[in-house]
């Protein structure tokens, strides 16, 4: 049907003829590129709500919106669960690697490339409301800001996770950092008083209380540390721009459609 339609004798039909298998193979090959299988591995870490795994099975509210930003994409996405300090090292060097719940920062932020955000976050520094230990704290509850300084000025310790930003960012600006491998764990030695305080996020602390048995009405906020970032999947460097274009822009139509809020109201609600 085609190619009787392109017949003719005169010269302008020539030419249309010339042209019409050029455009079909042209047709062709773009859809032989669109096809083409694009993988990425994914890495993350502990982190309930986020990425942990139950009953042997990862989930987590990062696990599953990724998984359907991935279908939307049509990216092929694998995930690990393991250590974020070697997670961290990996995806800086490897190209198509991924990592996730990471908090984007102006230290991270030209060495990686970035989807998001998967989910706002405010950083406390929480306390229990009735320790056995007696830590003999005096904090001045008059302004964020005095409580904040009583925290530094007084040298109390402070639990974080190893090699997140929340680290960095307690070290940089002076204060005492008890530092742990795993949040589940510092949890546990928050619990267990190694220290008197903790940094963390509601959402997440409540889901590790639940785990030990614990109640997120057992611990109280004494001063918000950080409230300047969000959460976003960070990607190695090289990773192509036009991949993680696909992500974000899955991600955008997710939180459009209602798929995201769905996701997040499963998770955090």
Request: net charge neutral; proline share 4%; charged share 25%.
């Amino acid at each position: 049907m085609y190619y009787d339609s392109c017949k003719g004798t005169s010269l302008i039909a020539s030419i249309f003829l010339l042209l019409c298998p050029i455009h079909l193979i042209a047709a062709e090959e773009s859809d032989i590129l669109l096809s083409e299988t694009i993988e990425i591995r994914a890495y993350c870490e502990d982190f309930n709500p986020y990425s942990f795994k139950e009953d042997g099975q990862l989930t987590g509210f990062s696990v599953d919106l990724l998984r359907a930003m991935a279908k939307q994409a049509k990216i092929n996405i694998s995930i690990e669960l393991g250590p974020w300090k070697r997670y961290l090292k990996l995806v800086e060097k490897t190209p198509n690697t991924m990592l996730f719940t990471a908090t984007r920062n102006s230290n991270r932020e030209d060495r990686f490339k970035w989807v998001g955000p998967i989910n706002g976050r405010t950083q406390k520094l929480f306390k229990l409301k009735e320790p056995k230990t007696d830590w003999k704290m005096i904090i001045d509850d008059s302004s964020n800001a005095a409580a904040l300084n009583s925290i530094v000025k007084y040298q109390y310790p402070v639990i974080a996770v190893s090699g997140d930003a929340s680290e960095k960012n307690l070290t940089d600006q002076g204060y005492n950092v008890f530092a742990g491998p795993k949040p589940e764990l510092n949890v546990k030695q928050f619990i267990n008083e190694r220290a008197p305080l903790i940094v963390n996020v509601d959402i997440s602390i409540a889901s590790k209380l639940r785990m030990e048995g614990r109640s997120f009405s057992e611990v109280e906020a004494i001063a918000v540390f950080n409230d300047q970032y969000s959460y976003y999947y960070m990607f190695n460097k090289e990773t192509d721009t036009e991949t993680v274009y696909r992500l974000q822009k899955a991600l955008d139509v997710l939180k459009y459609n209602g798929v995201y809020k769905s996701i997040k109201h499963k998770w955090l609600n």
